[in-house]
């Protein structure tokens, strides 16, 4: 149990464009998502948290104009990178937690993301 | 938020035990620690949670000593395919968030 997946696996956009990641907890109600963002040979950087229903919360010098991010429902949290850039190519990881068990997170396999 | 060191890298043979400590010296009341496992271009995979004590699951033990300012991840018999990182974290309960810090390169050779 606690599947979670994500849409695409790798994407190649060219500059300027807008590219959407879908985040899915397969077998479980995923109360908050968490989405994290990492470059080669560098750990996990955490991006935002989000709550079904709510606006998603920003970690300081994540620009929350340039990446979208849609909790709508409690399975599918969506993260759009608007007017990408070759710096926003990257690893994106998306998580989510459980409800009753929110101590622990529960990882995508990740998006590889390459703007040209 | 709980801060947590860890070697940055560490090489094994096949069929060692290998030991990977994590300080976290300012963990709070309401922490549990957690290890996941990460391999190159995939998410991080869940390994073992504590809060104190010691925990043993199918592939991996946690010793976490009285004061939880330090746990000890401990793989039996180590292959080739658990040559991976591995990150300590330490997180509030009810949902808080995570920071991962820099975990650990495991190196296994044959």
């Known amino acids: 149990g606690a599947v979670v997946s994500q849409h695409p696996s790798r994407v190649i956009c060219k500059s300027g464009t807008s590219v959407k990641i879908e985040c899915r907890s397969l077998?479980?109600?995923?109360?908050?998502m968490f989405w994290y963002r990492q470059f080669p040979k560098q750990s996990l950087m955490l991006m935002a948290t989000?709550?079904?229903?709510?606006?998603?919360?920003?970690e300081q010098g994540v620009e929350k104009d340039k990446f979208l991010i849609n909790h709508a429902s409690l399975t599918l949290s969506t993260l759009t990178v608007t007017s990408a850039h070759p710096e926003d190519s990257s690893f994106y990881i998306c998580?989510?937690?459980?409800?009753?068990?929110?101590?622990?997170?529960?990882f995508g396999p990740g998006t590889r993301l390459l703007v040209l | 938020l709980a801060k947590t060191t860890q070697p940055i890298s560490m090489d094994s043979y096949e069929g060692q035990e290998v030991n990977i400590t994590c300080s976290h010296n300012?963990?709070?009341?309401?922490?549990?620690i957690t290890w996941y496992q990460q391999f190159p271009s995939q998410g991080p995979r869940f390994i073992i949670q504590?809060?104190?004590t010691k925990v043993t699951n199918e592939v991996a033990s946690l010793f976490i000593p009285a004061d939880r300012k330090s746990s000890t991840l401990s793989l039996p018999r180590v292959s080739l395919s658990d040559t991976a990182v591995y990150y300590c974290?330490?997180?509030?309960?009810?949902?808080?968030?995570?920071?991962f810090g820099q975990g650990t390169e495991l190196s296994v050779k044959p």
């Open positions: 504590g809060y104190k």
């Open positions: 998580s989510g937690t459980r409800q009753g068990f929110q101590e622990t997170q529960y």
């Open positions: 974290l330490v997180g509030l309960l009810q949902g808080g968030k995570l920071i």
């Open positions: 300012n963990i709070a009341t309401n922490d549990y």
């Open positions: 077998d479980f109600q995923a109360t908050t």
């Open positions: 989000s709550n079904e229903g709510s606006k998603a919360t920003y």
